[in-house]
T-cell receptor, first 113, second 114 residues
Framework: NAGVTQTPKFQVLKTGQSMTLQCAQD?????MYWYRQDPGMGLRLIYY???????DKGEVPNGYNVSRLNKREFSLRLESAAPSQTSVYFC????????????FGDGTRLSIL | QKEVEQNSGPLSVPEGAIASLNCTYS??????FFWYRQYSGKSPELIMS????GDKEDGRFTAQLNKASQYVSLLIRDSQPSDSATYLC??????????????FGKGTHLIIQP
């Protein structure tokens, strides 16, 4: 009964380093999403995937890449981390039907020094 | 550009009273509306969803939607200290051909005073 699982929960990086945030869901949802949450800015969509094999840019995609590895897994990669990418990152999944909500993972707290 | 507006608060309500949280949205094509509760340091947790005009009740929570006014609200009856959290309003333009994510307001910080 895990729902949406994100790893790692915390990470500190140096400017210029790369890393991949992992997300997996066990609810058989077609759609998956990556958001970032910054103080005073609310949650903003980075990338989303409506189905396996497809990805699309959201509101703030610059500096990120994603991979929809299979129906369960959707990863977010920072190729060259910048201090402006310090944030809390949430993965979510959902069913693309009217009125159906998205379900969120516990988040990854990422600091870029 | 899709926008969702909320009063950031803090909104302070006495225990046992009704807390009223409001949200307006800009995209008239919006079809699904959600209220999430977020405790400090935690992830958003779904409280209510609504997609037709009128009221929807679930326990102590009532969501109200008025598409003509582009307005959605959340009422919390018999407020408890455990209701103290940030409440996020989220809106989705259901495309039918692929989900395009939620647009969130910045949230209203609610404080229930014992």
């Amino acid at each position: 009964n895990a729902g949406v699982t994100q790893t790692p929960k915390f990470q500190v990086l140096k400017t210029g380093q790369s890393m991949t945030l992992q997300c997996a869901q066990d609810m058989n949802h077609n759609s998956m999403y990556w958001y970032r949450q910054d103080p005073g800015m609310g949650l903003r969509l980075i990338y989303y995937s409506a189905s396996e094999g497809t990805t699309d840019k959201g509101e703030v995609p610059n500096g990120y890449n994603v991979s929809r590895l299979n129906k369960r897994e959707f990863s977010l990669r920072l190729e060259s981390a910048a201090p402006s990418q310090t944030s809390v990152y949430f993965c979510a999944s959902g069913i693309d039907r009217l009125g159906q909500p998205q379900h969120f993972g516990d988040g990854t707290r990422l600091s870029i020094l | 550009q899709k926008e969702v507006e909320q009063n950031s608060g803090p909104l302070s309500v006495p225990e046992g009273a009704i807390a009223s949280l409001n949200c307006t949205y800009s995209d008239r094509g919006s079809q699904s509306f959600f209220w999430y509760r977020q405790y400090s340091g935690k992830s958003p947790e779904l409280i209510m969803s609504i997609y037709s005009n009128g009221d929807k009740e679930d326990g102590r929570f009532t969501a109200q939607l008025n598409k003509a006014s582009q307005y959605v609200s959340l009422l919390i009856r018999d407020s408890q200290p455990s209701d103290s959290a940030t409440y996020l309003c989220a809106v989705n333009v259901y495309s039918g051909g692929g989900a395009d994510g939620l647009t969130f307001g910045k949230g209203t910080h609610l404080i229930i005073q014992p």
